[in-house]
């Protein structure tokens, strides 16, 4: 179930004073989709997380450290992702996120909105 | 599930910041150290490794920031920041906080007291069952005095014939004497008929009411208690019921008490200055003699289809109908139907609601003075809120920082309110007339309480929010530029407000005080009254004797006699006499009619009325009542019935104009049969009901002659009147040791109940007036001082170039007397169309009284002046060359 009607690209109302903010938060949800499929392969620590997506996307998606750490923590609070403390593998305590079954449903939501947003515009790419 | 996460992190962002944000930063470290390690496998050098892993990181502080957003306290952390800055700025600003809050405080207390007083007696429902129903029905004398009793004759006939009421019951209040165990006590009782209850519809806290069986002929007395009775004399015993007592010495049986708080006091016409404290059925024998004297009250409940006027209409019919078919007794008397809320509180509506407008303007003027207290000292702040904006606060955050601190000051006003209408209530009920039902019960009304602290926090959003965006929309570039203070730099927008403000306070100031000294002077009018006679120095108290005991018209003349002697042999007495009713107390003095003998005479019902009065030739001495003309009562009419009659100068004027009264007979109609009297003497007149209205003709007889069992015993003493009264007491106890007396109060404690509502309205008025004119006052320092300390750089230049200090103590004190003067011609305006809602309370006095209104506006200017004054004198002590050093 798509949390927000802004990915209901059906009928799409781009209001002028809207288009940055949707913007934005088109990246926003983008990111979390990616976060939530990197953790759905196994826990991982913010760095670690940003490293699977860099492997997962062979290097073509570099999430920005800065940005990663707000969006973690609002995932968490939404309670897709919950997270502990535990001793790294070098001795260091690292703080690792798994994701919940929420996030799983979550999860799968985002990924088929956003398989109907890219047939969509595919769509209308392939038109003459 | 996203709610209760967000709620646990800022509650423990609030209670545990700093292991929130440790708890951040060890991740976020964690993080760069493992991009350190990565760089060092890569092949950097530490130092470089770890430079690199900081600067991909980004702005580290700026992340730990945006991570502290989500996970930190958001809204309560800004909010409690809010607040302790808000704290710490009203600690720095004291002289502000204290007025405001006082002002505050002053507004929400007596508006909430003042609601709820007046919740309780005009909109409370009264304490009876659906009370809109209940209603008292009067007779009206043929010559239009209204609320008069009705006869028992008159009852009858109206219960017989009505269409419009359920239920009737006619009552009336009498002192009786309680005796059986423990002290003899007298106290009033209400007779009423057994449907009584059934009228008013409250049941009974213990046993049963009235019932009709109760009325029949051979059924023995019943008595039904009132609560407070019962708790003081019967040790709220429920076994009280069936318990035996002696009224009067006759035997009666208690078979119910009534609830708490519950009570029927109609005080004009049958009260005897108390409620009464019992019930006992009322005689209705069938005998016509029976059926005349007029003592009685009737209240009825209106049937469900009927409305009051409908029933008043009809009530009409019948008294018409009535006069028609007993004209000896009922010609051209009318009735009338009051609505039982109209009869407890018609005569305090006004004034209240008066109160209430006054009340309101005080809140005015109490915002007003917030407004500009909130507006000056944001002003004064454009410095310190242009840095905040610089530093990087959002206007945003500024308005609600300074909102904040509103809301402290509201919250703060309204704490210290609330004490104050605690307070206020409590004396409010204190100084109230005694009679005002309901008033006695009277609690801080959690309703009102909620709308004023609403109101409150109103006016402190509105005036806090004004002057916060006004400021936050200002250049702040400017305001930080130096020499950018005072009047030139301020927006003029702001500073008319604030003198707008202040002039709206002023004048109405003036339509308070104004309002209040008309009332005073009523007030000193009313008391000047010449009333006909001298209350220094009088005790009085009342004697009942118990008719079961001086079962004889010569025993009660008896007692009464030889009491005085005894009393008139005491050391500090000067005189004593007895009369049935005091003026202003217990009683009416039964307006009857009366033909003078050698006149044609009147048709029957149209005879011209008097009062009647019992008195003795003691009675005159001692009350200082002139006697005008003719004789006294001799000793021997004192003592025996010989048919004389003394006449106030009123009747001597209306009926006698032109000839001598003496020696003339009259035939007062309060007899069986028809008993011509000789007037000996004319008396002084003596305001007995009614400081305001005219003296009624009057006639006094002896007690011989018309023998009451009860009379009021007055005694002029020579020094403090209440110290003699234990002396007087043994007197009386000497001539039978169980006769209670009751009442006992000086002349002077009488007059001052009378006159206690009128000193109730004056009072609290006047209290409204000075606090209005204090609140001013304050208003007006307040714009003063503040201008002043603006203008602190003009000053010190005008001073620099040469002005005398004196001048510029003039300069100020001239523009606090311009504001004043068109705040008191304002108000002057006002008062003038406003205070004839007065004029039904005025007594003497015109509703635009120039005199009034010339002392106010003089007070005033005067009080002004005086706030003016310590600016003024500030602005003038001004050192020139710091004014201008500091900017």
Excluded at chain 2, 861 to 887: C, G, K, N
Aim: some cysteine; glycine content about 8%.
């Amino acid at each position: 179930m798509p949390t927000d009607s802004r990915y209901d690209y059906v009928s799409v109302r781009l209001k002028r004073s809207k288009v940055a903010k949707d913007k934005a938060d088109l990246l926003q949800g983008t990111l979390d989709m990616l976060i939530l499929k990197a953790l759905s392969l196994g826990e991982l620590h913010g760095y670690g997380i940003i490293q699977r997506i860099r492997q997962l996307s062979d290097e073509m998606l570099n999430v920005e450290q800065g940005s990663l750490y707000p969006a973690l923590y609002r995932i968490e609070q939404k309670g897709w992702v919950s997270s502990k403390w535990v001793v790294h593998e070098t001795g260091r305590d690292a703080k690792f996120y798994k994701l919940t079954r929420a996030g799983r449903r979550q999860l799968e939501a985002e990924e088929a909105s956003w398989d109907r947003l890219v047939l969509a515009v595919t769509k209308v790419r392939q038109a003459t | 599930m996203k709610w209760f996460n967000l709620l646990r992190d800022r509650i423990r962002a609030l209670f545990a910041r700093e292991i929130v944000i440790e708890d951040i930063d060890r991740e976020l470290r964690l993080h760069v150290d493992m991009q350190t390690d990565a760089n060092i496998a890569a092949g950097m050098s530490p130092d470089e490794a770890r430079r690199e892993a900081l600067r991909s990181f980004g702005n580290l502080p700026k992340v730990r920031d945006a991570a502290y957003d989500v996970k930190g306290g958001g809204f309560f952390e800004t909010l409690s920041q809010d607040i302790r800055y808000g704290a710490r700025v009203l600690t720095k600003h004291k002289t502000f906080t204290l007025v405001a809050v006082l002002t505050l405080a002053l507004g929400i207390g007596a508006n909430t007291a003042i609601f709820s007083v007046v919740n309780e007696l005009l909109l409370k429902p009264l304490p009876y069952r659906d009370p809109e129903r209940i209603v008292m029905v009067w007779e009206v004398t043929p010559e239009g005095r209204h609320q008069n009793n009705s006869s028992r004759g008159n009852f009858k006939a109206w219960r017989e014939q009505n269409r419009s009421f359920e239920n009737m019951a006619a009552f009336t209040d009498q002192r009786t004497n309680l005796t059986g165990e423990g002290e003899p006590e007298e106290l009033t009782a209400q007779f009423t008929n057994p449907e009584f209850f059934e009228v008013l519809g409250v049941d009974p806290l213990l046993g049963r009411p009235l019932l009709p069986e109760d009325g029949e002929a051979d059924k023995s007395n019943v008595v039904v208690l009132s609560y407070g009775l019962w708790q003081r004399r019967f040790g709220g015993q429920a076994s009280v019921i069936g318990k035996p007592i002696m009224l009067n010495r006759v035997p009666s049986t208690v078979v119910g008490v009534m609830p708490a708080h519950f009570q029927f006091y109609i005080r004009q016409r049958t009260g005897t200055g108390r409620p009464a404290e019992l019930w006992t059925v009322l005689p209705m024998p069938e005998t016509p003699e029976a059926d005349r004297g007029r003592f009685l009250g009737v209240v009825a409940r209106l049937k469900n289809s009927v409305s009051t006027e409908q029933a008043d209409a009809e009530m009409r019919t019948i008294a018409a109908r009535l006069s028609g078919a007993i004209p000896q007794y009922n010609k051209d008397w009318s009735a009338e139907v009051l609505p039982l809320r109209e009869q407890f509180s018609g005569n305090v509506r006004r004034p209240l609601l008066l109160l209430l407008g006054a009340v309101g303007f005080v809140l005015l003027i109490a915002c007003a003075n917030v407004a500009n207290l909130l507006l000056s000292l944001a002003t004064s702040r454009e410095k310190e809120i242009a840095l905040r904006a610089a530093l990087g606060a959002s206007r945003l955050r500024i308005v609600r920082q300074l909102l904040t601190e509103s809301f402290l000051l509201a919250i703060l006003g309204s704490l210290v309110g609330c004490a104050l209408a605690w307070w206020g209530i409590k004396a409010l009920v204190a100084i109230s007339p005694r009679d005002l039902i309901n008033l006695q019960n009277v609690g801080l009304n959690v309703t009102v309480l909620m709308w004023t602290l609403l109101l409150s926090f109103i006016t402190g959003i509105v005036f806090g929010l004004a002057p916060a965006l006004h400021i936050t929309r200002l250049n702040l570039n400017d305001s930080l530029k130096e020499g950018a203070k005072g009047d030139s730099g301020q927006a003029s927008g702001s500073r008319r407000l604030r003198n707008v403000l202040v002039v709206s306070e002023i004048a109405l100031a003036v339509v308070l005080l104004a309002s209040a000294g008309l009332l005073v002077k009523s007030f000193i009018n009313l008391q000047q009254v010449n009333r006909g006679f001298d209350s220094q120095n009088v005790l009085t108290m009342v004697v009942r004797l118990p008719e079961a005991i001086y079962k004889e018209d010569p025993q009660f003349v008896r007692f009464f006699r030889q009491a005085l002697e005894h009393i008139q042999a005491l050391p500090g007495v000067r005189a004593a006499g007895i009369v049935n009713y005091l003026p202003f107390y217990g009683g009416l003095g039964s307006a009857t009619g009366f033909t003078i003998e050698g006149r044609p005479q009147p048709l029957p019902g149209e005879e011209p009325t008097t009062d009647v009065r019992v008195a003795d030739a003691g009675y005159f001495e001692t009350m200082r009542i002139p006697l005008l003309r003719g004789r006294n009562f001799t000793d021997v009419e004192m003592r025996e019935p010989r048919r004389v009659v003394l006449i106030n100068e009123a009747m001597a004027r209306q009926h006698f104009a032109g000839e001598s009264p003496i020696g003339k007979r009259i035939d007062v109609q309060m007899f069986d049969t028809p008993t011509p009297t000789e007037i000996v003497g004319i008396v002084g007149n003596v305001k007995y009901e009614s400081l305001i209205d005219e003296v009624q003709p009057t006639v006094y007889f002896s007690h011989p002659d018309l023998t009451y069992a009860f009379m009021t015993l007055v005694i002029r003493t020579e020094g403090d009147p209440a110290a003699l009264a234990p002396a007087v007491h043994r007197e009386i106890r000497s001539l039978d040791p169980n006769q209670p007396i009751s009442d006992v109060r000086t002349m002077n404690q009488v007059m001052s109940e009378t006159l206690s509502r009128a000193r109730f309205n004056t009072l609290l008025l006047g209290l409204f007036a000075g606090l209005a004119t204090l609140l001013s006052a304050v208003g007006i320092f307040g714009v003063m001082n503040y201008s002043v300390a603006l203008r602190t750089h003009e000053i010190g230049l005008r001073l620099a170039i040469g002005a005398q200090p004196r001048q510029v103590l003039v300069l100020i004190l001239k523009q606090g007397l311009l504001l004043t003067l068109v705040g008191v011609g304002l108000g002057l305006l006002a008062a003038f169309a406003l205070t004839r809602l007065l004029s039904g309370l005025l007594f003497g006095v015109a509703a635009a009284d120039a005199a009034t209104f010339a002392t106010i506006s003089l007070l005033l200017v005067a009080v002004s002046l005086l706030a003016s004054y310590l600016p003024a004198r500030r602005a003038m002590r001004i050192d020139p060359l710091a004014a201008l050093r500091y900017e």
